[in-house]
């Protein structure tokens, strides 16, 4: 059976329907799984929304969270294949170029599971570009990200604060071109007084997901 977001499990009732279709690459994903993906979509608003919203996934450990973003993600592109769903994303969304921040030490392991998910076998392969170490010149980088869609920039925390410090207008493109922004270790921003912080409220973009394992 082809799982589509507006069938099994049903949503709580204060989440819109959507109509979209899961990518083909994620129909294995666990009931739980395929729950939270619905669920992110309904924070996703159609073309007729001016905004999008917010949202908190704080899976334990191990249960999947990387695979629900990415299948939302992925969700989204398929829809841009499809004339008939594209009409209703919003605008901001049908380049999908999203912006994953995390740990430095985790970037790595969202590329695996990018290729995990994305490979050519699964007939919807995405770029994905990352920088891990602060001390990376990154314009040209960011540069290939923005002009090229669907695509997947995957930064550290401290690399996009020194980003904001040292290279403010390949920061501003960053931050303007983001259709959804994903930030995976939402613990680390108790304190709205670091760079992190700081740095993460210049996102243009209203469409922002949290990812924890960690209680708050």
């Known amino acids: 059976m082809i799982r589509t977001l507006n069938t099994w499990p049903p949503l709580p009732r ?39 919203t917010a949202a908190l996934i704080a899976d334990l450990p191990g249960l999947g969270k990387s695979a629900q973003l990415l299948g939302l993600v992925g969700s ?17 969304l049908r380049s ?6 995390c740990p430095a030490g985790v970037v790595t392991t969202w590329e695996n599971e990018i290729r995990k998910w994305f490979g050519e076998e699964h007939g919807h392969p ?8 602060r001390k990376i010149s990154t314009p040209e980088t960011i ?4 002009e090229e869609g669907p695509s997947i920039f ?3 925390f401290e690399a996009l604060s020194a980003l904001l410090k040292t290279q403010p207008e390949t920061f501003a493109l960053l931050t ?41």
């Open 154 to 156: 995957l930064v550290g």
């Open 126 to 133: 995405f770029r994905s570009y990352c920088i891990e170490n």
């Open 143 to 146: 540069q290939k990200w923005a």
């Open 96 to 101: 999908m170029h999203a912006v994953i921040v």
């Open 14 to 52: 204060y989440c819109p329907q959507k109509s979209w279709e899961l990518h083909p690459a994620f129909q294995r994903l666990e009931p739980h799984q395929f729950f939270g993906v619905r669920f992110l979509s309904s924070k996703m608003p159609a073309a007729s929304h001016s905004s999008g």
């Open 176 to 216: 303007t071109t983001a259709s959804i922004l994903i930030v995976d270790g939402a613990h680390r921003l108790r304190s709205g007084n670091t760079m992190q912080y700081v740095a993460l409220t210049r996102f243009k973009t209203s469409r922002r997901i949290v990812l924890t394992g960690t209680p708050m």
């Open 76 to 92: 989204i592109a398929r829809c841009i294949d499809i004339p008939a769903l594209r009409s209703r994303l919003a605008v901001e």
